[in-house]
């Protein structure tokens, strides 16, 4: 027992001087930055995502790709952990051609979102992640919108619907309620479940940290492979997202964040009212589409557990055809669908 203690707080007092480490701008992320100053050319997907606008939100500068008429209403997609906006450029597509407003924020920690200030802890906990994107929608003045997304972006479109249902219209969550605690990860899980959560455990060490500081694209593309085992990404697709992992506050977000999952880093008090709402696995009442590859092959919770949590109109997809973790990038027609079938609820 003393033992566990001791090694809690060694892992908290590391992770917070790595936390208030701040780290030069790489040479790729500058050149992200820069490209953020040009104006798009045209309306066109592949211009939106590769010259992505930027706009003041809460805590952040928030790096976002738009396609679609302004004026239409607005879907908010979101990447999770280690992926980025390019997740959603197919659907994003299909779906500004069906008359939609798609806006693709980069989460905090990710490509060309920054911190305003080098003082900001760099923290990744679930509710300061759905906070950001709360803040990106009044900064764009949105006061309602389709939000979905895959893994952190799951939860944080769950955690949106649970808190803020008044913000979301509709909502596409792949592999369905993802919202946690500190205090429900302290149950043990199933062997086999503990293995697919091998990378939190590493990363939870002082050696993981150093370990993914060093091999951050090469330990993310393992990730891709092993979560996604049938999906056949060429180096393109993936060099695409690996430059948003230049981002110099990459790897104190992803390390706070799941050290914190294991209550092995402290969160901060403002957000502790949030996080005890969350730790009473509220319902989430607004019009929701499911989804679940057949070939996902990172840790997921069962349909049939998490159904009952969707308290309004609710539909479940399991998708075939070997799908994987990043459902939105390997199967981008079907969570296009999904976002258009979740508005459909909503009327």
């Known amino acids: 027992m003393n033992t566990i203690a001791n090694f809690g707080k060694k892992v908290i007092f590391t992770l917070s001087l790595s936390l208030l480490a701040t780290a030069g701008v790489s040479l790729v992320h500058a050149q992200q930055l820069s490209q953020d100053k040009h104006v798009q050319a045209d309306n066109t997907v592949d211009s939106a995502f590769q010259h992505t606008k930027k706009i003041r939100a809460g805590l952040l ?204 880093a402290l969160g901060e008090k403002q957000y502790d009212e949030l996080e005890a709402k969350l730790a009473k696995s509220l319902d989430i009442t607004v019009p929701t589409v499911t989804l679940e590859g057949d070939a996902n092959g990172a840790a997921f919770p069962l349909p049939e557990n998490y159904a009952s949590k969707y308290k309004g109109k609710y539909k479940h997809h399991n998708l075939t055809g070997g799908i994987g973790h990043n459902l939105p990038q390997e199967a981008p027609k079907e969570f296009a669908d999904a976002i258009i079938e979740a508005d459909s609820l909503s009327k």
């Open 61 to 264: 500068d928030i790096g976002y790709a738009e396609v679609g008429p302004k004026t239409a209403k607005p879907v908010i997609l979101l990447h999770g952990w280690p992926y980025d906006i390019h997740s959603f450029e197919k659907s994003a597509e299909l779906l500004a051609a069906k008359g939609y407003r798609v806006l693709v924020p980069y989460l905090r920690g990710y490509g060309t979102t920054t911190f305003i200030s080098p003082k900001t802890v760099r923290n990744g906990q679930q509710s300061a992640v759905a906070l950001d994107i709360i803040a990106f929608m009044d900064a764009l003045k949105i006061d309602k919108a389709v939000v979905g997304g895959f893994d952190w972006g799951a939860r944080t479109a769950d955690i949106m619907a649970a808190l803020w249902p008044e913000r979301v219209s509709a909502l596409v969550a792949v592999s369905g309620y993802l919202i946690g605690s500190p205090k429900t990860n302290e149950i043990p899980l199933p062997p086999a479940a503990e293995f697919l959560w091998w990378y939190q455990y590493y990363f939870s060490t002082e050696r993981g940290y150093k370990g993914y500081k060093a091999h951050t694209a090469a330990f993310n593309k393992l990730i891709w492979k092993t979560a996604s085992p049938k999906w056949s990404f060429d180096e393109e697709t993936y060099q695409r997202s690996a430059r948003s992992f230049e981002n110099p506050d990459h790897v104190a977000i992803v390390i706070h964040n799941y050290r914190w999952r294991l209550g092995l």
